[in-house]
Nanobody
Framework: QVQLVESGGGLVQAGGSLRLSCAAS????????MAWFRQAPGKEREFVAA????????SYADSAKGRFIISGDNANNAVYLQMNSLKPEDTAVYYC???????????????WGQGTQVTVSS
């Protein structure tokens, strides 16, 4: 069993930055693929980024490439999402997830956090 708790969301102006954190308990970070998804009102949950094998491999959605960085901390069993150059269209609830393989499909991830709201004002 894995428990995930996100933090770090908030309100930021366009062009600003936020760093999301996901604290994992129950298993170690290196045991799972860890990912970030987001869901805006009225839209489906979409993949943002993932990290696997203790950080050896990463994957990003096209919308995140060049602006977001996913990283992991084995010692603290945590995963982070550094978000730079934020845009109003990045506004969503951001979820941390844990699963077995890197995948852009939400159903590939067995464990989910409760989400943290990110709002980017124009």
């Amino acid at each position: 069993q894995v428990q995930l708790v996100e933090s770090g969301g908030g309100l930021v102006q366009a062009g600003g930055s936020l760093r999301l954190s996901c604290a994992a308990s129950g298993r170690t970070f290196s045991d799972y693929t860890m990912a970030w998804f987001r869901q805006a009102p009225g839209k489906e949950r979409e993949f943002v980024a993932a990290i696997a094998w203790g950080g050896v491999r990463t994957s990003y959605a096209d919308s995140a490439k060049g602006r977001f960085i996913i990283s992991g901390d084995n010692a603290n069993n945590a995963v982070y999402l550094q978000m730079n150059s934020l845009k109003p269209e990045d506004t969503a609830v951001y979820y941390c997830a844990a699963g077995g393989i890197i995948s852009m499909t939400p159903t590939s991830y067995a464990y989910w956090g409760q989400g943290t709201q990110v709002t980017v004002s124009s």
